[in-house]
C-alpha cells in the first residue's frame, strides 16, 4: 500500500505562483506513474497532469497547458506541480495520485488506485 500526502497549498493572486508536493512512502514510488487531478465544490474531480515513472513523458490538460509543470523526484520519494499563471478558475483540491501500471486513460481518476488526502488552492481576482 502507498501512501500519498500533498503539500504546498495556499491562498495566491491571479498571476501568482504556487509549487505542489506529494510525499510518498509505503511502497516503490519509482515504480508507479503518478498524476495530479483537482476537483471545486460540486463538480467532477478532472485531471490535470501526468508523469511517466522515470518523469521522461508528462501530459496535461488543455486547461493547465504551459502554466503548470508536473516533475518527480524519485529518490526523494516525491513528485510536484509547479502551478505559474494562476486564474481563479485553477481554485480546487488538488490531489496527488499514483498508479501501478500504464493501463487504461490516464485522464480517467478510477485509473489510480493511491490518492492523497488533498490540499486546497485558492486562487484570489
Known amino acids: 500500500q502507498v501512501q500519498l500526502v500533498e503539500s504546498g497549498g495556499g491562498l495566491v493572486q491571479a498571476g501568482g505562483s504556487l509549487s505542489l508536493s506529494c510525499a510518498a512512502s509505503?511502497?516503490?514510488?519509482?515504480?508507479?506513474?503518478m498524476g495530479w487531478f483537482r476537483q471545486a465544490p460540486e463538480k467532477e474531480r478532472e485531471f490535470v497532469a501526468s508523469?511517466?515513472?522515470?518523469?521522461?513523458?508528462?501530459y496535461y490538460a488543455d486547461s493547465v497547458k504551459g502554466r503548470f509543470t508536473i516533475s518527480r523526484d524519485n529518490p526523494k520519494n516525491t513528485g510536484y506541480l509547479q502551478m505559474n499563471s494562476l486564474k481563479p478558475e485553477d481554485t480546487a483540491v488538488y490531489y496527488c495520485?499514483?498508479?501501478?501500471?500504464?493501463?487504461?486513460?490516464?485522464?480517467?481518476?478510477?485509473?489510480?488506485?493511491?490518492w492523497g488526502q488533498g490540499t486546497q488552492v485558492t486562487v484570489s481576482s
Open positions: 495520485a499514483a498508479r501501478p501500471n500504464y493501463y487504461g486513460d490516464y485522464r480517467l481518476p478510477h485509473q489510480y488506485g493511491y
Open positions: 509505503g511502497g516503490t514510488f519509482s515504480n508507479l506513474p
Open positions: 508523469i511517466s515513472r522515470s518523469g521522461g513523458n508528462t
